[in-house]
C-alpha cells in the first residue's frame, strides 16, 4: 500500500531531528494546529451526528466505552509480570493505552478519505467517549488499600482538559448548528490535510527525540510498543466487525483501539498519580506507538479490516 502523503510529513520531521536539523514549529503555531484539528474532527462529527443518530448508537456507545475498559487491563499484566514497572508505573502506562491518540485518528481518517473508503459517520463520538474509561482504570489498578485520591482536580483534568471540550463543544456546536456550518467548513473541512501535514511535521521532530527517553527499557517498551497496538487494533476491529460496521468503520475503531494517549492521559495521570514515570509512558506513546501505528499500523488495518468486512 503506497504511503499516504501526510505520513511523509511525519518521516521528515523524524529526519530531520535524525541529522540534527533545527527544524522545529513555533510553540504557539503547534498548539494552533492542535485547536485546529480538534475543532474540525469535532464539527464534521457532530454534522453526521445531527444526520445520522440512531437509537443503535446508545449500545454501540456502551461496547466501546467497554473496549476503553478492557484494554488497560490486558496492558497491566504484561507491564507488571514481564515488564517488571512497578505497580504504580504500570498503571499509568496502561491508561496511556487504554486511552485514544486524536493525531492517529485524524492520519487514519485522512487515509480513508483520500482512499474514497466510507466509513461510519458518528466515529468522533467515539473518540470523546474513549478518552476517559482508561484513566478510571488505570487510577483503580494503582491505588493501594486505604490511598487517597484528590477527586476535584482529578475529575476536573478528566472532563475539562482542552481535548475533551474542544472535541465534545465541537461536536454539540456541529451537531446544533444545522447548514449555518457550511460557513465556517472551508476552513476547518478543505484545510484539515495540510493542516495535518503540518502536525505530523512537528510530531516526527517530536517523537524522534523521545527516543533517549525509553533507553533504560529500550527492548521490553520497543516490544510493548508494537504488540500491545496490535492487540487493541484486534479487540476494536472484532467489536466493530461485531457491530456490523463498514470497512471504513473497522478500520477506524482498531485505530483507536490500538492508539495510546500522548495529550488528554498525562495531564490527569500526572494529577492522579504524581510517583509515576510519566516520562517513559510518553516517550512509549510517542516514540514507539505512534510511529509505528501511522507508517505501519494503519496500512494493516485498513487491510484486515476490508478482509474482515467482505467475510
Known amino acids: 500500500m503506497q504511503l499516504d502523503i501526510v505520513v511523509a510529513f511525519f518521516i521528515l520531521g523524524a529526519f530531520a531531528h535524525f541529522i540534527k536539523s533545527d527544524l522545529r514549529l513555533p510553540t504557539a503555531l503547534y498548539q494552533s494546529l492542535t485547536i485546529f484539528l480538534l475543532i474540525a474532527i469535532g464539527l464534521k462529527g457532530g454534522v453526521a451526528l445531527a444526520n445520522h443518530a440512531s437509537i443503535s448508537l446508545i449500545p454501540q456507545s456502551i461496547a ?12 497491566f499484566p504484561l507491564l507488571s509480570g514481564i515488564g517488571h514497572f512497578s505497580r504504580t508505573d504500570a498503571a499509568s502506562i ?3 493505552y487504554g486511552s485514544v491518540s486524536v493525531g492517529t485518528y485524524a ?3 485522512a487515509v480513508l478519505e483520500a482512499r474514497g473508503i466510507p466509513y461510519e459517520p458518528h466515529f468522533p463520538l467515539f473518540l470523546v467517549l474513549l478518552e476517559m474509561p482508561a484513566i478510571a482504570v488505570g487510577i483503580a489498578l494503582a491505588r493501594s488499600p486505604g490511598q487517597k485520591i484528590q477527586w476535584r482536580p482529578l475529575l476536573h483534568e478528566m472532563f475539562c482538559n482542552q481535548g475533551i471540550v474542544l472535541m465534545a463543544g465541537s461536536l454539540l456546536i456541529g451537531f446544533w448548528a444545522g447548514d449555518q456550518v457550511q460557513t465556517v467548513m472551508p476552513f476547518f473541512g478543505d484545510l484539515f490535510h495540510g493542516v495535518l501535514a503540518l502536525f505530523l511535521l512537528e510530531m516526527g521532530v517530536v517523537a524522534a527525540s523521545r527516543m533517549a527517553d525509553i533507553k533504560l527499557r529500550a527492548p521490553f517498551i520497543s ?9 487493541g487494533a484486534l479487540l476494536g476491529g472484532l467489536l466493530a466487525y461485531a457491530l456490523s460496521f463498514s470497512a ?3 478500520a477506524l475503531l482498531a485505530v483507536l483501539g490500538a492508539s495510546a494517549s500522548y495529550i488528554a492521559v498525562p495531564a490527569a495521570m500526572k494529577t492522579a498519580l504524581p510517583k509515576a514515570n510519566h516520562g517513559v509512558a510518553i516517550a512509549s506513546s510517542l516514540a514507539v506507538t505512534f510511529p509505528f501505528n501511522v507508517m505501519v499500523g494503519i496500512p494493516i488495518y485498513l487491510t484486515a479490516s476490508q478482509w474482515l468486512a467482505s467475510q
Open 94 to 96: 496502561s491508561a496511556y
Open 248 to 250: 471504513g468503520g473497522i
Open 64 to 75: 466501546i466505552i467497554g473496549l476503553g475498559l478492557a484494554i488497560p487491563l490486558i496492558a
Open 107 to 109: 492520519v487514519a481518517v
Open 223 to 231: 516490544a510493548f510498543g508494537v504488540v500491545m497496538p496490535l492487540v
